[in-house]
């Protein structure tokens, strides 16, 4: 397996069809959720490792460290209709694989989620339609794992780098990329519009 053939089997899978705009549902690019996985695998954060993938979707992210070896993805998200997907998605991708794949699924808000895992990895709504839920997806990460790589809109960078300071943790790296929002409400005007994004890979200090 490697990056290219991953980002092939990731983008496979299902998408929700019909999507809340006050959850900020937009799909994670197969290309980029392949390239943010797979800088993890090489740092070692995934083989064999117990991975959160908070605010799911379709379980990209975490079907992506399964597919590279992780121990068991715990998979959360507030959407009933997200869970159930990622489940599915999850039973397709180990057909396709012809392994089992473990994994558990939890439909809980955020705030009510316990426990302690190795890497959590995440893409959380950026905060536009609900002010400030990009922290509490970053503060419940800080809580859980002692390693974190999260996608926030870059124009946050500051806000994120205080968040990082005052939690105890080190920024390790980043990654920018134009992040595709296709046209999936009333309100867009364009096919695809581009967000510029941070992916951030932190450590506790």
Not at 156 to 173: C, L, M, Q, R
Request: proline share 2%.
């Amino acid at each position: 397996m490697n990056k290219r053939q991953l980002a092939v089997l990731l983008s496979g899978l299902n998408q929700l069809e019909k999507k809340d705009v006050k959850l900020e549902q937009y799909p994670t690019d197969s290309e980029i959720a392949a390239e943010v996985a797979w800088n993890a695998y090489m740092s070692a954060d995934i083989e064999d490792k117990t991975i959160a993938d908070l605010g799911c979707g379709n379980g990209i992210l975490g079907i992506a460290a399964l597919v590279l070896g992780a121990k068991k993805v715990i998979f959360l998200d507030i959407d009933k209709k997200s869970v159930e997907l990622t489940k599915n998605n999850v039973n397709e991708m180990q057909k396709r694989l012809g392994k089992k794949l473990k994994a558990e699924f939890i439909c809980s808000d955020i705030k009510a989620f316990k426990g302690k895992i190795d890497t959590v990895i995440q893409n959380p709504p950026f905060g536009t339609k609900q002010e400030h839920a990009d922290k509490e997806f970053l503060l419940k990460a800080m809580q859980t794992a002692k390693t974190i790589y999260s996608f926030h809109k870059a124009s946050t960078e500051s806000f994120v780098k205080a968040i990082i300071k005052d939690n105890g943790f080190e920024a390790k790296a980043k990654w920018r990329y134009k992040f595709p929002l296709k046209h999936s409400f009333s309100f867009h005007k364009k096919k695809v519009a581009y967000a510029d994004v941070l992916v951030w890979k932190l450590e506790k200090a």
